[in-house]
């Protein structure tokens, strides 16, 4: 029998449709398994049995009576502990939270899969206050790589990353302020997609301002476009929101890369050293993109390295978040946490506006980039995953976590849709993620790109773990 675990949402609904199985055989087999890998890789700051058994049940007397509810209703779905889920304390991986309180509000993208029937399996795990691009907090341990336990799943939206490859659940709900769905898409070989800036609403807004986007992680592109047809519903509680998107993201899937002027930068002009091995499983799926019709020209953007910028916003966001936080409680937080809280505090409203003038340019340059080519592509992150808990490689000469994602966090400050595909492993066989990145409000295209190398068979070089 097909193990209901290995499908996608997709299947599931197809699944239900026809009668072949029920939500609470979905729910049960999806719970199983969360319970079974719990132990080893630490996705979940909880799962919720009894809340999701009983959404499954309600969902499968809908599908009885013939009556649906939604896009998604019945499709067992994972929530990162950043974002608010009805009913439970959004702990965002701290011991400085107090779990007490009313918790009486979905964040606006939970609200909408629970208005389409999904069933909420559960919190997963997140860096403290989702600060950096691995998945380990005071509160919460080490999340590890679904395909290799001694290795990191890569963060913030690590536990969502891990819980997705491993079948505890189709649809992962993720944000990503530099990279977070991304990163963890890459190494544990599943797919992310940041969309553009607003448009998955988003509340209460993110401490570190308009970087941090609410996306999904998901088996693959198909799923994933599914997801963002729900995700994607107005909210009144997020002023910077986008409009509603006008049809749905599924429409048009299947029209393929022919035609698509794609740039394809190996390593940003020289400016990153990318791991042989990575490079080579980037080049195949850029390759794979040219039989399949698109035009492709190895190019660079003209993106001066835009770190320095990109901390002040970040570690200001940090100190942001930090405000709040007594002398003794921030004896609590995570040690590189206070340290980049420490250097936010000392940054100027001038510094402040001087990285805003930073993220302008690049938006400008990104912009006109982008009238010559339709995509961009990338690796995701230049390594495979590394030894797990620790912010940086060990003996990489890096001390910050954007010491090693120089590919993700520059589309995070002009605000772009960008996707990360599985497209190989290493020799270790951990996975290798390619990143497509296209002009802000063109989330289709980049959907549409990323399902072609999915139906090429690209992502079929990872297995599962």
């Not at 476009?225 to 519903?233: E, N, R």
């Not at 400008?364 to 592509?377: A, I, K, N, S």
């Not at 990143?435 to 297995?463: F, I, K």
Request: negative net charge; contains cysteine; glycine residues 12%.
């Amino acid at each position: 029998m097909t193990d209901l675990c290995d499908l996608t949402a997709r299947e599931l609904l197809a699944g239900y449709r026809k009668g072949s199985f029920t939500p609470v055989d979905a729910a049960d087999a999806v719970l199983h398994r969360a319970e079974v890998v719990q132990p080893d890789v630490n996705a979940f700051v909880r799962i919720d049995s009894d809340r999701a058994r009983e959404q499954a049940g309600a969902s499968a007397a809908r599908w009885r009576a013939g009556e649906p509810q939604g896009l998604l209703d019945g499709v067992p779905v994972t929530v990162k502990d950043i974002l608010l889920l009805r009913g439970e304390p959004t702990l965002r991986g701290s011991r400085t939270v107090r779990p007490d309180g009313e918790w009486d509000e979905d964040a606006p993208s939970v609200a909408r899969l629970r208005e389409h029937g999904a069933v909420l399996v559960g919190k997963t795990t997140t860096p403290e206050f989702g600060w950096k691009a691995v998945t380990d907090s005071p509160r919460h341990g080490v999340t590890r790589n679904p395909h290799d336990s001694t290795r990191t799943s890569g963060g913030s939206s690590g536990g969502s990353a891990a819980a997705v490859a491993l079948g505890a659940g189709p649809l992962g709900l993720g944000t990503d302020g530099g990279g977070s769905i991304r990163i963890p898409a890459s190494f544990c070989g599943i797919f992310g997609l940041k969309p553009t800036y607003g448009r998955v609403p988003l509340y209460p807004a993110s401490a570190f301002g308009t970087l941090a986007h609410v996306g999904p992680l998901t088996r693959d592109a198909a799923d994933a476009a599914l997801m963002m047809d729900v995700i994607s519903g107005p909210d009144p509680r997020d002023w910077s929101q986008l409009a509603p998107p006008d049809g749905s993201f599924r429409t048009g899937l299947d029209g393929g890369v022919k035609g698509l002027r794609i740039a394809y930068s190996p390593n940003f002009g020289g400016q990153v050293a990318v791991d042989p091995e990575v490079a080579a499983s980037v080049r195949r799926a850029v390759e794979r993109l040219a039989a399949l019709g698109a035009y492709i020209e190895e190019t660079d953007p003209d993106l001066p390295d835009p770190v320095a910028a990109f901390h002040t916003l970040w570690f200001g966001g940090a100190a942001r978040v930090a405000e709040h936080i007594g002398p003794e409680q921030r004896e609590l937080l995570d040690p590189g946490l206070r340290e980049i809280v420490a250097e936010g505090e000392r940054y100027s409203a001038l510094d402040y506006l001087a990285a805003v003038d930073v993220r302008m340019e690049l938006g400008r340059r990104m912009g006109l980039f982008h009238q010559r080519y339709d995509l961009l592509v990338t690796p995701t992150v230049p390594i495979t995953a590394f030894e797990a808990g620790l912010e940086a490689p060990r003996g990489s000469g890096h001390h910050r976590w954007t010491g090693w994602t120089p590919f993700t966090y520059p589309f995070n400050l002009t605000q772009q849709p960008a996707a990360s595909v599985p497209c190989g492993t290493d020799g270790a066989g951990l996975p290798i993620g390619v990143q497509l990145v296209g002009a802000r409000h063109t989330d289709a295209v980049v959907l549409r790109a990323a399902h072609a190398l999915y139906e090429a068979g690209v992502a079929a070089e990872v297995a599962a773990p």
